[in-house]
């Protein structure tokens, strides 16, 4: 990789994203921000143009959208001053899962797992070729927690975790960075957004101490930031939990637990 490739960085008209930009322009990258808000990213834009120096490129995109994705992963396919994808877009979804709108839970899995998916493939095959690049892949701790009461949300982050994980077994070796992040609650305005009562909002984290966390992690190459988790040694604990099941998975007969009387 360059010194300093571009990042490419979805959902970069607010929040997260847009706090990624900036942190990534005071590095001195070149950034390609994509949203659906051509207005909010033409402002992060010129904000970034004029106060870090560096050039930025607006692609107005709605990636639940298929031409509008594919546009953007042909972008990160041909474009090889890019070297670095966040692939932060995403959005949440109140209320029970039985009683949530189809057409917005069927959204929610097109741009939280589809266009994730899409994108990040984009960038590993032409990152895979040059032998070097990195995706940051923006989860969240709810896809630990399935009993947080946002059923469809927290599988789409569990996808996302459960995908950079196995990215990150695969890359890793063909010289590309895989992280996923995992944010706790953060205050961004995903939670209106998503219908949330303003008045049951939980305490939150300010996205820029987000951002700035997830940096470090970036910057010593963890597969796994969770900022907000202060003892590593639980996340390494859980894992080997699942890893102490392993063996039994190239079993080939049911359990004697499940073996009729
Ligand atoms: P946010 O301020 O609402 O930002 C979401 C971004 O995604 C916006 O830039 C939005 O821009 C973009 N976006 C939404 N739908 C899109 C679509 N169909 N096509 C293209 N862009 C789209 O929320 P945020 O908290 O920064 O969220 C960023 C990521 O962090 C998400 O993946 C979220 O799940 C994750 N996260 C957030 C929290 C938290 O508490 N805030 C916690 C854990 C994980 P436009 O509206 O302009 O398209």
Do not use: C
């Amino acid at each position: 990789m360059t010194p300093n490739p571009a990042v490419l960085i979805t959902g970069a008209s607010s929040g997260i994203g847009a706090t990624y930009a900036d942190r990534f322009a005071a590095r001195g990258h070149d950034l390609v921000l994509v949203a659906r808000s051509a207005d909010r990213l033409n402002e992060v834009a010129a904000r970034l143009r004029s106060a870090r120096g560096v050039s930025v490129d607006v692609v107005q995109a709605d990636l639940a959208d298929h031409e509008a994705l594919e546009r953007v992963s042909a972008r990160l396919g041909e474009d090889d001053r890019i070297g670095i994808l966040v692939n932060n877009a995403g959005v949440g979804l109140s209320g029970a899962f039985a009683d949530q709108n189809p057409g917005a839970v069927a959204k929610l899995v097109a741009v939280n797992v589809g266009a994730v998916t899409t994108l990040a493939q984009a960038a590993a095959r032409r990152f895979v070729d040059a032998g070097n690049g990195a995706i940051v892949n923006i989860s969240s701790v709810v896809g630990l927690i399935p009993e947080f009461g946002q059923t469809a949300y927290a599988a789409s982050k569990a996808f996302v975790t459960t995908l950079s994980q196995s990215m990150a077994v695969e890359l890793s070796g063909k010289g590309v960075y895989v992280q996923a992040v995992l944010p706790a609650a953060t205050a961004t305005e995903i939670w209106t957004r998503a219908g949330s009562n303003p008045s049951r909002l939980p305490p939150m984290m300010d996205v820029g101490a987000l951002v700035d966390a997830a940096l470090v992690g970036f910057d010593r190459r963890e597969a796994i930031t969770i900022p907000v988790l202060s003892d590593a040694g639980l996340w390494d604990s859980y894992q080997n939990a699942r890893k102490a099941m392993l063996p039994e998975f190239g079993g080939v007969v049911p359990a004697a637990r499940y073996r009729a009387a």
